[in-house]
């Protein structure tokens, strides 16, 4: 699989499709030469990440579509995440030949990495979703959604949450899920069961934090609402 990034105008004249196959190749121009997968892309189009191969092999691969560049983050990782900026990548990482990983990050602006994180994640298929200058950050664990700041050195957790209000023990998460430009609101799935980042029956839920309270609402449910 090809990862692509598509441009297009926004004038009135009819102007066709910048299409660009980003992985390709690296900056090296070797071809990267492996399977390629979760692609996400900053607010302004300039950069994209997505996931070089799979399983312990798998990397991030950051291009910068500006300086028509692609490299890979030092470490495997994978289920890239980007901040609306462009600058920090969150992703997964094996930590050992274990189930756990660990929830990382690196900002390309500064050059800093950190470790979020750390879980017993088997199986993980989530890709870490962040705010738009990537001080906030949400991930889902297939068994809870979690919440996190960057305040200071490091990152803290910014509200553990339960899938939904009165959610029952056990409720399952998905893998897909988004974080406003604010880090304020989230949109997640979740259901009351079924395996990890699989919940039967999958409804999305709003979970909002403003003036110092929280409130969850079910936004759509299975066989409606």
Excluded: K
Aim: charged content about 20%; hydrophobic content about 35%; some cysteine.
């Amino acid at each position: 699989m090809v990862a692509y990034a598509l441009a297009t105008s926004s004038g009135a004249q009819e102007v066709p499709p910048d299409v660009e196959p980003i992985s390709l190749r690296g900056s090296s121009g070797a071809p990267l030469g492996r399977p390629s997968s979760a692609p996400a892309i900053s607010d302004d189009g300039s950069i994209a990440v997505f996931q070089v191969g799979r399983g312990a092999d798998a990397q991030v691969a950051v291009r910068d579509r500006v300086a028509g560049e692609t490299t890979l983050l030092t470490r495997p990782g994978s289920a890239p995440g980007l901040s609306g900026d462009g600058c920090v990548v969150a992703y997964t990482a094996p930590i050992d030949t274990s189930d756990r990983v660990a929830l990382r990050t690196v900002d390309r602006c500064t050059n800093e990495a950190s470790v979020v994180d750390r879980f017993e994640a088997p199986g993980v298929r989530a890709a870490p979703a962040l705010s738009r200058t990537g001080t906030f950050l949400v991930w889902s664990t297939g068994d809870e959604i979690v919440r996190y700041a960057l305040r200071g050195d490091g990152w803290e957790p910014a509200g553990r949450f339960d899938v939904v209000t009165g959610a029952e023990p056990g409720s399952v998460t998905g893998p897909h899920l988004d974080i406003s430009s604010d880090g304020r609101t989230v949109v997640y799935e979740a259901g009351p069961s079924g395996s990890r980042y699989e919940p039967d029956p999958v409804n999305i839920y709003r979970w909002e934090r403003r003036n110092g309270s929280t409130r969850v609402d079910l936004v759509s449910g299975a066989g409606g609402v």
